[in-house]
């Protein structure tokens, strides 16, 4: 058991992790942010040309954030048993791994570009705008993907602290640079792209200073290490299929959103977009965990590690609930907020009211996946990621089938992702950590 002193002293710890994490989270959607309102002011073509471009880059970042998740646990190994230069190296490791798949993503997304936009069947003046936003931001692929191995890196390190400074001034270079390119130079849309590349390299240049400081204070190697980059690519694969997993479950939900009608498909994104927003905080929480778990674990302090599970597990279920009751009282007025239309308001109301319900399982949800992230126990995520859905697509199935539409199909489909989908998450997840297997994956 915990003594009373190191209660407040581990509930430090956590806010001392999770709250610059929080902000270097948020920091990420500002960018498109940024880009859609100095785009949309130059006409509803380019912003729509936007909208596709930014669909196909988002989910190929989104596949390739295990950079950071398995880079994390790593480093964190090796920090909590007393081997920062260790720890570092492997970092840096990380980093050659993410160059290399960057480069390899540009090249290809360079050469797909056409075909990628080709998809989505637009007009030929959105596609053409979608196109040079695209083919240009393709060659930020490889800066993006180092920075999630970077963040990785200084979270292993328990530092959150700097990747949200590196963040910031990611944040306002992107706003200035874009302002220049696009109205100062007339770019349009090329010159969002251009200055949102720049930025991108302009925070690699960021981290390339500091991490190569901290090579420097420990005696780390900066030159890529086999072994390193081969067991950083071993983690991050089966940490990519967990994501695959939660892909298919996204887009099959909303394939089926689509089905049941225009409305009912504006009233998921309307509840879908409250519980990303959420979920912003969550994976702060889960981020502190993920870093406190792999050092305790490095030190070998079992007990340490099992106090962090228990304190992270209740800050996310109060997290919820807090979270819940906010999402529950101002239901009646989210659907105004975001259509202005009363119908909508209506419509969505009952599922957000299934969203607010849910939110402390989402909470643990979120935060026992970081608890076995930073005990690197990605093989069986990415397993019990794929066995999640065994019952979920056939609950979709089921909605789809009956063709119940209007506030109850929205309902339904609500209670299928935010109970079926999230409770078999949950289950798989606390069976894990009920038992002692996750605390003996090797490092």
């Known amino acids: 058991m915990a003594t009373p002193s190191a209660s407040p002293t581990l509930n430090r710890e956590i806010l001392h992790l999770a709250v610059p994490a929080l902000g270097a989270l948020v920091a990420e959607p ?234 009912e498909l504006a009233g998921w994104q309307i509840a879908f ?28 302090d079992l007990d340490h590690v099992h106090r962090v599970l228990r304190r992270t597990v209740a800050w996310g279920v109060w997290f919820g609930v807090i979270v819940g009751a906010v999402i529950a009282v101002l239901s009646p007025w989210m659907g105004l907020l975001f259509t202005g239309d009363p119908a909508v308001a209506a419509l969505v109301q009952p599922a957000l009211i299934v969203l607010a319900v849910a939110q402390p399982v989402a909470g643990v949800v979120f935060v026992l996946d970081g608890v076995l992230m930073g005990a690197n126990d990605a093989r069986y995520l990415a397993i019990v990621g794929m066995l999640n859905l065994v019952p979920f697509l056939p609950a979709l199935w089921i909605i789809a089938a009956t063709g119940v539409d209007g506030a109850a199909g929205l309902v339904w489909l609500a209670v299928a992702f935010f109970g079926v989908y999230l409770l078999a998450r949950l289950a798989t997840l606390d069976w894990r950590v009920r038992t002692d297997a996750w605390t003996r994956v090797p490092a």
């Open 30 to 263: 500002l960018f498109l942010i940024i880009d859609g309102v100095m785009i949309g002011h130059l006409g509803t073509v380019p912003l729509a040309g936007l909208g596709i471009a930014s669909a196909v880059l988002q989910t190929i970042v989104g596949l390739m954030v295990f950079l950071a998740y398995s880079t994390t646990p790593a480093v964190a190994r090796r920090f909590g048993a007393g081997k920062p230069g260790d720890a570092v190296s492997v970092g840096i490791d990380g980093m050659w791994l993410a160059l290399a798949l960057g480069a390899l993503l540009a090249i290809a997304g360079s050469l797909a570009t056409p075909a990628l936009v080709g998809l989505f069947g637009a007009t030929d003046p959105v596609a053409v705008e979608a196109r040079t936003y695209l083919s240009i931001s393709m060659w930020g692929l490889p800066a993006m993907l180092i920075v999630f191995a970077a963040t990785g890196l200084l979270r292993g390190m328990q530092n959150t602290v700097t990747p949200l400074w590196i963040a910031g001034f990611g944040f306002a270079a992107n706003a200035g640079l874009n302002w220049v390119f696009i109205y100062g130079f007339g770019w349009g849309i090329a010159g969002s792209a251009f200055g949102t590349v720049m930025a991108q390299w302009g925070m690699v240049a960021a981290y390339v200073v500091v991490i190569r400081n901290l090579a420097k204070r420990h005696g780390a190697s900066i030159k890529a290490q086999r072994s390193g980059i081969r067991g950083t690519a071993r983690s991050g694969g089966w940490l990519f299929l967990r994501t695959v997993s939660l892909r298919v479950a996204l887009l099959a939900t909303v394939g089926v959103a689509t089905g049941i009608g225009t409305d």
């Open 273 to 300: 977009t409250l519980f990303s927003t959420a979920a912003f905080a969550l994976d702060a929480l889960a981020i502190a965990a993920q870093a406190l778990i792999g050092k305790g674990l490095g030190a070998g």
